[in-house]
T-cell receptor
Framework: AQKVTQAQTEISVVEKEDVTLDCVYETRDTTYYLFWYKQPPSGELVFLIRRNSFDEQNEISGRYSWNFQKSTSSFNFTITASQVVDSAVYFCALSEAAGAGGTSYGKLTFGQGTILTVHP | EPEVTQTPSHQVTQMGQEVILRCVPISNHLYFYWYRQILGQKVEFLVSFYNNEISEKSEIFDDQFSVERPDGSNFTLKIRSTKLEDSAMYFC???????????FGNGTRLTVT
């Protein structure tokens, strides 16, 4: 069975600090997808990134970067120079590769989430 | 940018009542999902729907739940006889193709009293 663990329940930082959110996953599949979603106080789920299991290249998008290490089954997320607007719950999620009809790709297993609070 | 739209944003119902949560997926999307999030907990998969039928469902999605795509634009989740433990945020999601990421709606907060 798939499992996603976000060991950090809450993180509190001061604006401009860098912060890394940890994500460790378990799966028996050789092909899978990893995601990060942001849930701001308003409640919606905002897609941030997806990665497939064959692509271990790290990615940077503005202040956000992701470090995917298959050897340690981790997919960590770093926010550089954090801002108050980054305050949210961040979820890591895992999906097995497309099964019949391609819907398995949409069946996500979420971690418990990390509450990030950025203080001014 | 097109969005997945969910209505209502908040619904309060009494235990034992039936509720229908409504979603309008993005128009060219073919795959539809419901997820739920009990307050303070993680988001959980409920059901996926493709080609006018359920493709997969979780153990949470028991006989009191059903989904329907009645008219080609709406996608509904019905809870037949609500229980207190059904109180949660329910998210609808859709995607256009097999390898596309999910687009989530803003959620409907269901409160069962």
């Amino acid at each position: 069975a798939q499992k996603v663990t976000q060991a950090q329940t809450e993180i509190s930082v001061v604006e401009k600090e860098d912060v890394t959110l940890d994500c460790v996953y378990e799966t028996r599949d050789t092909t899978y997808y990893l995601f990060w979603y942001k849930q701001p106080p308003s409640g919606e789920l905002v897609f941030l990134i997806r990665r497939n299991s064959f692509d271990e290249q790290n990615e940077i998008s503005g202040r956000y970067s992701w470090n995917f290490q298959k050897s340690t089954s981790s997919f960590n997320f770093t926010i550089t120079a954090s801002q108050v607007v980054d305050s949210a719950v961040y979820f890591c999620a895992l999906s097995e590769a497309a099964g019949a009809g391609g819907t398995s790709y949409g069946k996500l297993t979420f971690g418990q989430g990390t509450i990030l609070t950025v203080h001014p | 940018e097109p969005e997945v739209t969910q209505t209502p944003s908040h619904q309060v119902t009494q235990m034992g009542q039936e509720v229908i949560l409504r979603c309008v997926p993005i128009s060219n999307h073919l795959y539809f999902y419901w997820y739920r999030q009990i307050l303070g907990q993680k988001v959980e998969f409920l059901v996926s729907f493709y080609n006018n039928e359920i493709s997969e469902k979780s153990e949470i999605f028991d006989d009191q739940f059903s989904v329907e795509r009645p008219d080609g634009s709406n996608f509904t989740l019905k809870i037949r006889s609500t229980k207190l433990e059904d109180s949660a945020m329910y998210f609808c999601a859709s995607k256009p193709g097999q390898f596309s990421p999910l687009h989530f709606g803003n959620g409907t907060r269901l409160t069962v009293t």
